[in-house]
């Protein structure tokens, strides 16, 4: 076996893990299958993440759903109804996502997706059993919200743990198109029940709530084929599991020289961790090079939340009937194209763009476009106010559609997918888990503000004030984002050089040790191997004798 103690292979180490990867050191794709296939298993949860989100929206715009729950009242009154219905599962998510860190860190990130997939089928079937009173509803959209919340923290570690760096944003921005296909399938099954005999009642608005079953279960029943992450593995000190599991993610031998040296700066990036905490917990949030990391991943998603996405997405078949999209049929078939257009946006920027333009340059130019449209849609709001009482839909009216539609493409390639990318790229193995635990728990948090406020906002802000102030919003955003670094194929573990937790130069030299020590283990390995053959051939000799 060749020795990981030689300054070449520990200026390799290094050097591989601060410098992107280029084309000609990229293995084939297949190589790569199991990581996209595990990877996938665990986004299962995060298609619950969007179909929830896009599903209570829908399905208040249901006349068989008002007429069950006898939902009437003054337009404040059933805004604010329409608002609770909606922000109870964020509610439930936030708490979700505050207990994340703990039972990650404590059961692991497998057992953790499963505790999450059980907490939301509770929650499920109390809505699916709802009959004519809404805390049914209410109790199960936030149990729903606990699990999604928990998935959501758990699943982005778990994508980035597995990933290896070269094709690290492909994987981890798997999240968004995932989260834009639940999305998607809730405003068209929306849609779909919009065609049934409204008067058969609970059957229309069940079919979309029950829905929610179909996914989960599959993913409850995949779940057990999960790898666990090697770098949690590592940080528990079960290094052969890890260093096993580690290989066959990569489609490698245990003794492949690439794989050992992977391995080698994981071990050592945890044992510098350690040392230098002393086995302190949350308190490593405050340890050298940690808080910039965990104020930017509060940041991201706060402006995630407020870039004004979210409240067409979980609204929209009220937002286009706002701006003169006539009829609920024609909003939830509104609704259901901008769907569709988030999809091919998303799914082609995360297969072709992520790894090529990296993710601050995207970033950039995502929330100037964003800002740009939205002015644009207040704008001819102003100059064109939808009439109330008009009975088919204007020009200005499909302009605005359109433009709401080209808004939604920048930000499948900007403020969309790059926060979930960025934070599970720049904790280190030890922060991790809290990090994304912050991550989701600042989403959620957001998110609930955001969809409590959006029906108030589009009945009491002047004409096309909602639009200019998710326009001004957007313009922060692209301020800010000038001073994020690049992290676009840079292992994980040196992202505690880029934020000056550690050193260069004492990287390397812990690298160096642990490559040595791991070198030794597998020989000492073969050795005893080599005496079992040994002995075993010995045997058969005397036998033969």
Same mark, same amino acid.
């Given at each position: 076996?060749?020795?990981?103690?030689?300054?070449?292979?520990?200026?390799?180490?290094?050097?591989?893990?601060?410098?992107?990867?280029?084309?000609?050191?990229?293995?084939?794709?297949?190589?790569?299958?199991?990581?996209?296939?595990?990877?996938?298993?665990?986004?299962?949860?995060?298609?619950?993440?969007?179909?929830?989100?896009?599903?209570?929206?829908? /399905?208040?715009?249901?006349?068989?759903?008002?007429?069950?729950?006898?939902?009437?009242?003054?337009?404040?009154?059933?805004?604010?109804?329409?608002?609770?219905?909606?922000?109870?599962?964020?509610?439930?998510?936030?708490?979700?996502?505050?207990?994340?860190?703990?039972?990650?860190?404590?059961?692991?990130?497998?057992?953790? %997706?499963?505790?999450?997939?059980?907490?939301?089928?509770?929650?499920?079937?109390?809505?699916?059993?709802?009959?004519?009173?809404?805390?049914?509803?209410?109790?199960?959209?936030?149990?729903?919200?606990?699990?999604?919340?928990?998935?959501?923290?758990?699943?982005?570690?778990?994508?980035?743990?597995?990933?290896?760096?070269?094709?690290?944003?492909?994987?981890?921005?798997?999240?968004?198109?995932?989260?834009?296909?639940?999305?998607?399938?809730?405003?068209?099954?929306?849609?779909?029940?919009?065609?049934?005999?409204?008067?058969?009642?609970?059957?229309?608005?069940?079919?979309?709530?029950?829905?929610?079953?179909?996914?989960?279960?599959?993913? /409850?029943? %995949?779940?057990?084929?999960?790898?666990?992450?090697?770098?949690?593995?590592?940080?528990?000190?079960?290094?052969?599991?890890?260093?096993?599991?580690?290989?066959?993610?990569?489609?490698?031998?245990?003794?492949?020289?690439? /794989?050992?040296?992977?391995?080698?700066?994981?071990?050592?990036?945890?044992?510098?961790?350690?040392?230098? $905490?002393?086995?302190?917990?949350?308190?490593?949030?405050?340890?050298?090079?940690?808080?910039?990391?965990?104020?930017?991943?509060?940041?991201?998603?706060?402006?995630?939340?407020? *870039?004004?996405?979210?409240?067409?997405?979980?609204?929209?078949?009220?937002?286009?009937?706002?701006?003169?999209?006539?009829?609920?049929?024609?909003?939830?078939?509104? *609704?259901?194209?901008?769907?569709?257009?988030?999809?091919?946006?998303?799914?082609?920027?995360?297969?072709?763009?992520?790894?090529?333009?990296?993710?601050?340059?995207?970033?950039?130019?995502?929330?100037?476009?964003?800002?740009?449209?939205?002015?644009?849609?207040?704008?001819?709001?102003? $100059?064109?106010?939808?009439?109330?009482?008009?009975?088919?839909?204007?020009?200005?009216?499909?302009?605005?559609?359109?433009?709401?539609?080209?808004?939604?493409?920048?930000?499948?390639?900007?403020?969309?997918?790059?926060?979930? /990318?960025?934070?599970?790229?720049?904790?280190?193995?030890?922060?991790?888990?809290?990090?994304?635990? $912050?991550?989701?728990? $600042?989403?959620?948090?957001?998110?609930?503000?955001?969809?409590?406020?959006?029906?108030?906002?589009?009945?009491?802000?002047?004409?096309?004030?909602?639009?200019?102030?998710?326009?001004?919003?957007?313009?922060?955003?692209?301020?800010?984002?000038?001073?994020?670094?690049?992290?676009?194929?840079?292992?994980?573990?040196?992202?505690?050089?880029?934020?000056?937790?550690?050193?260069?130069?004492?990287?390397?030299?812990?690298?160096?040790?642990?490559?040595?020590?791991?070198?030794?283990?597998?020989?000492?390995?073969?050795?005893?191997?080599?005496?079992?053959?040994?002995?075993?051939?010995?045997?058969?000799?005397?036998?033969?004798?």
């Amino acid at each position: 076996m060749v020795g990981f103690g030689s300054k070449r292979l520990r200026q390799e180490a290094m050097e591989a893990s601060m410098v992107p990867t280029s084309d000609s050191e990229r293995r084939p794709w297949h190589a790569h299958s199991r990581a996209y296939l595990l990877a996938s298993v665990g986004f299962l949860g995060i298609f619950l993440f969007g179909y929830d989100t896009g599903l209570g929206g829908g /399905v208040i715009a249901l006349s068989s759903f008002a007429t069950s729950f006898n939902i009437t009242g003054t337009s404040d009154e059933i805004a604010d109804l329409q608002g609770n219905i909606v922000a109870i599962l964020q509610g439930g998510a936030f708490f979700g996502a505050i207990i994340a860190a703990w039972v990650n860190d404590w059961l692991g990130r497998k057992y953790s %997706l499963m505790v999450g997939c059980w907490i939301f089928i509770i929650g499920a079937c109390f809505q699916t059993a709802a009959s004519s009173q809404l805390s049914w509803v209410y109790g199960g959209r936030f149990t729903s919200g606990f699990g999604v919340g928990l998935m959501s923290a758990v699943c982005p570690t778990y994508a980035s743990e597995i990933a290896p760096k070269e094709i690290r944003g492909r994987i981890t921005g798997m999240f968004q198109v995932i989260v834009v296909i639940g999305v998607a399938f809730s405003y068209w099954i929306n849609y779909g029940v919009t065609f049934m005999d409204q008067n058969r009642g609970n059957i229309v608005w069940r079919i979309p709530i029950g829905f929610q079953l179909v996914p989960v279960g599959i993913m /409850v029943m %995949l779940l057990p084929l999960l790898k666990e992450s090697p770098r949690w593995l590592a940080t528990k000190h079960k290094d052969e599991r890890a260093l096993a599991n580690l290989a066959w993610i990569r489609k490698l031998p245990v003794t492949d020289q690439s /794989v050992q040296l992977e391995y080698a700066e994981i071990a050592a990036a945890i044992r510098e961790e350690e040392e230098a $905490t002393k086995g302190a917990s949350w308190r490593e949030v405050f340890a050298k090079g940690n808080p910039i990391r965990f104020i930017i991943a509060f940041v991201v998603f706060t402006l995630q939340q407020w *870039s004004g996405q979210n409240s067409i997405s979980y609204y929209a078949p009220i937002i286009f009937q706002s701006i003169g999209i006539r009829g609920s049929k024609s909003g939830l078939l509104a *609704s259901g194209i901008y769907g569709i257009v988030k999809i091919i946006a998303t799914g082609t920027f995360i297969a072709f763009g992520i790894e090529r333009f990296g993710r601050k340059k995207p970033l950039l130019l995502g929330v100037s476009l964003m800002s740009l449209f939205l002015w644009i849609i207040g704008a001819i709001f102003n $100059t064109h106010l939808p009439d109330k009482n008009a009975t088919t839909t204007s020009a200005a009216s499909i302009a605005m559609a359109v433009m709401i539609y080209l808004f939604v493409i920048p930000y499948c390639f900007s403020v969309g997918p790059l926060p979930w /990318v960025i934070c599970s790229e720049i904790f280190n193995n030890r922060t991790r888990h809290y990090g994304l635990m $912050t991550a989701a728990a $600042t989403q959620w948090l957001w998110n609930f503000a955001v969809t409590k406020a959006t029906p108030l906002m589009v009945i009491h802000m002047p004409k096309g004030g909602i639009f200019f102030f998710f326009a001004a919003i957007n313009i922060i955003s692209f301020c800010l984002a000038m001073f994020l670094p690049e992290t676009s194929g840079v292992s994980l573990e040196s992202m505690d050089v880029i934020f000056g937790s550690v050193t260069k130069e004492e990287r390397e030299a812990e690298i160096a040790r642990r490559a040595v020590e791991l070198e030794g283990r597998t020989l000492d390995e073969e050795e005893k191997h080599g005496a079992e053959h040994l002995e075993h051939f010995d045997e058969k000799e005397k036998e033969r004798v």
